[in-house]
Structures are given as C-alpha cells and as structure tokens.
C-alpha cells in the first residue's frame, strides 16, 4: 500500500507536464514498434553492401531473441529500482545499440549490435505500459488507448513508408541512425518532467531466474524461427531445442517458488483476469503478426499490389483497430465497464479471419479490405484492453512484471503465429504448386513459397498462375488456422470477471487527483 500511496499523490506535482511525458512516451513506443519494420526495408540494401546473404535471417533473429529475453527483467528491474531509472537506462542500450548497428562494417558486426539494441527494446514497450500505469488510474486509463493505438498502427504503415525513403535517400545506415535524435529528446522530457518515487529493493536480483528464463525463451524463439526453415521440425536441433526450452522453463517455475525477489512472481497468476488476458494477449500477437505477414504477400502476388507501399495495404485492418480502440477506451473510462469489449473483440477475430480464409484468385481488393476490417474491429477491443485488465488485477508493486509479462506473452504468440501459420502456408503453397506446374512448379518454390515482385514477373504465364492460385491456397489454410485458435480468446474472454477498475471515473474522487488526466486530454 505505501508504493501505491507515493505513487498516487506524485501526480499532484506534475499536471502540467504529463502531456509532455506522454509525448515522449509515445516517441519510445514508436522507436521500439518502427525498427524492424525500418531495417526489414533496408535488408536488400545491407546485404549487398556488407554481404553475408547466408546470415541475413540473423539480423532479425538476434533482435527478437534479445527483446523477448530482456522483456520480464526490465519490468522486475523497474519494479525493484525504480520505473524511471530502468526506462532510461534501456533507451539509452537502445540507442548505444542503434548507433554500433549503423556503424558495421560487416554482417557480424551488425548481428552483435543488433542484439545490444534488442536488449534495450526489452525495455522501451514495457517502460511505456507500466509508467502509463503509475501515472494514470486504470479507470482514466481507457482514454489513452486510442493514441496507442495510433502509435501503433502508424508504425505499420509507415515503416516499410520510411524505411524505403531513408535507404534510397540516405542511406541503410540511417535506418539505425535515425532513432538517435528521437530517442534523445524522448530521454531529454523524461529526464526533466517525469517525477516518480525512487525505490530500492532490499533483496538482490535473481540471476538464475534470469538465466533460466533467458535460455527458456531464447529455446522456444529459436524453435519457431528455424523450425520448418533452417531445419525440418523433427531434427534432431529442434528437439535439442524443445528440450533445453522445456527444461528450463520449468526449472524456472520451480525455482520462482524459492526464490527471494522471483523474476515473475507466480502469485500474479493466482487473479483469474490476469492469466485470462495473457492467454487472450498471446493469441492477439498470434493472430495479428500473422495476418500482417501473409496480407501484403497476398494481395501482392494474386491481386498485383505494388510492394512499395505495402504498408497501405493494411490500412483497413489498422485504421478499424484504431477506431475501436478509442471507443472502446472512451466507453470504458465513461462506464467502467470492459468485458463487453474481449467478448465481441473475440466473436469478430474468429469472423474475420473466416471470411479471409475465403479468399481466392478473383477475390477484390474491396473485398478483402473489408474482411480486414473486420478483424481489425476485433483487435481493436483487444490490443489494449489486455493491458489494462491485467494491471488492474495486480498491486501496484508488480505493475511493471505485470506489463512486461502481457507483453512477453504477446511477443511469444506472435512468434508461434509467423512460425506456425508460415509453416502450413509454405506447405500448402508446396503442394499446390507441384500439383498445377509438376516438376516445374516444385522447383520454382524449392528454395522459398514466398516469391518477391520481381521474381513472379519472370515466370511463364502459367507457372504464375498456378502459383497465385497456390498462395491463394496458403493463404486459406494460415487464416483458417487462425480463426481456429482465435475461439480459444473467446473462450478465455468469456470467463473474464468484470472487476471494478482502480482509480476515479468521470466524476471527481477524493481519493485520485483528477488534475492529471485533462491536460492530456487537450492535447490529444
């Protein structure tokens, strides 16, 4: 109770700069959602600059190991040392990681500097979720969905937007170089107007929980990226794999049960929300980096979608997840009420993803927009809402394990969904192709099921054919898994309890300052 009582009356001394604190805050969530986004554009480039091709997929790869890995410890760090210290800190690896990327000089070089940025992006998200959370009450929490939401959708459409203008501009290396003035100022307005109470934890860190969870997830992420792609899922690898993961995950369920200060303190699990929503949250990151992957792949190769702006092509999924997310966070600040929102959310994810699964060769643009948008009404009333359901489940205390294990659980579902949902798309594409061109179509997709622009261009007529016919046939099969394991959110989002959410409504409490929400409200 005393960590929740400073933390409350902390924002009486700051109503005037909280804006700005959101401001900057809003800057690190785009830093730590543009990246790969930027760098995935750029990839062409740096390979023929540094070479290396052989290595290419390690580029991303070191990134996600180092983030998913860092995530849980950045929030346990600022639980124990001070949210605002912690946060700092990690912008600072991130970009100390981003300026070494920009400045390789071979594949190597950037492999280890990306992972140095990744250990620093561990931080940035769930920096911004759980100062979100010291510094607004739950209940006010809703309005500010929507200007997340935005962050978000913006860096979709806009990354592979940017990352193309910044490379044939300026060159790769500000694709890295260009998150150094942003993160400076972001860090500048932290450092000036974010006040929160400085804490010390009398107990040490839990260096085996770290290393156990380390190797944990660095197993399973590396399962689901290799898996199908550098080795076929029943070598000997991936078992090696699974069985490190599997035994070290366990090793540190057990050993969070004894440990002094857990990484993840287990009793969090113990609310009925909270495990709700990180199984609600890991089907979302399932669902949604999936459909993100295999959208543009279709519409580029079936319906002949230029892939320079890719990024447009998921507006009506992005710009319906944008709008739900305002009203359902404005309806849940006015009502206090949020269950509706997993519930419905769930029901339209499931539809949607159905009504993409039906797509095929003479399916419209038009069409197919509006199946996006239906799933992105879907992830409107869930991307946020997760969040804001399991920091009301927890004490303040565990805000920041809270926020880094829902995001943790989003980033790991993700992972299964392109691994998983990759897996079957390249098997069906395999298929097809060998079915409709023979010999011919099997060579072509030997080496890859997903074929770029101008590789489609070069082949015959009707090897093009058969082969936009096969990634209709993929594309089917990944949606179609999807919207099966999406009953499963709606299952978890039906036994959610709408427990009353912290902090004040509409009208005035004695207990929560409202001076601090209006001014953001003006500037939004």
């Known amino acids: 109770m005393a960590d929740t009582q400073t933390v409350e009356t902390e924002p009486e001394k700051q109503p005037k700069s909280v804006r700005v604190v959101l401001l900057a805050l809003m800057i690190t969530m785009m830093l730590a959602m543009l990246d790969n ?30 983030t998913a890995a860092a995530t849980p410890i950045w ?7 001070g949210r605002k210290g912690a946060f700092m800190t990690s912008i600072v690896i991130f970009l100390i990681g981003s300026a070494l990327s920009g400045m390789a000089q071979n594949m190597g070089e ?8 990744g250990l620093g992006a561990g931080g940035l998200m769930v920096g911004v979720m759980a100062i979100i959370g010291d510094l607004i009450p739950p209940r006010e929490r809703g309005k500010y969905q929507g200007m997340m939401a935005g ?21 790769w290396r500000w694709s890295f170089y260009i998150n150094l003035p942003l993160g400076v100022i972001a860090l500048a ?86 495990t709700l929503m990180s199984v609600i949250g890991f089907i979302t990151g399932f669902v949604m980096f999936g459909a993100t992957l295999f959208l543009p792949l279709y519409q580029q190769s079936v319906q002949g979608a230029s892939a320079t702006n890719s990024g447009l092509l998921l507006l009506p999924m992005l710009g319906a997840m944008l709008v739900t997310s305002m009203v359902a966070g404005r309806i849940t600040t006015n009502t206090g009420k949020y269950k509706v929102f997993p519930v419905v959310g769930s029901v339209l994810m499931v539809i949607g993803l159905y009504l993409l699964s039906t797509m095929d060769t ?40 809270a926020s880094s294990s829902t995001t943790l659980f989003r980033t790991l579902g993700s992972s299964f969904g392109v691994a998983i949902m990759g897996a079957l798309f390249n098997h069906r594409v395999q298929d097809v192709m060998a079915e409709r ?17 101008a590789s489609l261009a070069k082949l015959p007529a009707a090897a093009r ?40 409504g509409p009208q005035k409490s004695d207990q929560e300052p409202t001076a601090v929400t209006p001014p953001v409200v003006e500037a939004v």
């Open 75 to 81: 929030g346990k760090l600022g639980d124990m040392y």
């Open 437 to 453: 061109a023979g010999a011919l179509g099997s060579k072509i997709t030997e080496q890859s099921a997903q074929l770029d622009a």
């Open 151 to 171: 962050v978000m959708a913006l860096a979709m459409i806009g990354g592979p937007l940017v990352g193309g203008t910044i490379t044939d501009n300026w060159g």
């Open 465 to 504: 054919e058969a082969y936009q016919h096969a990634v209709s046939a993929g594309t089917h099969s990944a949606f179609l898994l999807g919207s099966i394991v999406a009953v499963a959110a709606l299952i978890a989002a039906v036994f959610v309890k709408e427990v009353p959410l912290k902090g004040a």
């Open 110 to 117: 950037l492999i280890g500097f990306r992972a140095v940025q």
């Open 189 to 274: 307005a932290i450092s000036a107007v974010l006040h929160l109470p400085k804490k010390r934890a009398k107990a040490g860190i839990d260096y085996l929980g770290v290393v156990l969870l380390t190797v944990g997830i660095t197993s399973i992420v590396l399962v689901t990226t290799w898996g199908g792609t550098e080795y076929a899922w029943s070598s000997a690898r991936i078992m090696e794999l699974i069985g490190i993961g599997v035994a070290s995950l366990i090793g540190f369920v057990f050993w969070q049960t004894r440990a002094a200060e857990p990484i993840v303190p287990l009793h969090i699990f113990r609310s009925r929300n909270f």
């Open 362 to 401: 003479g399916t419209s643009r038009f069409t197919s927009g509006v199946f996006m948008a239906v799933v992105g009404l879907g992830m409107g009333c869930l991307m946020q809402i997760t969040m804001l359901v399991a920091q009301n489940s927890v004490e303040m205390k565990d805000m920041g394990v």
């Open 37 to 66: 986004m930027i760098v995935g554009t750029a990839m062409p480039t740096i390979v023929g600059e540094l070479g290396g091709l052989e290595h290419l997929s390690w580029v991303v790869t070191a990134y996600t190991l180092a």
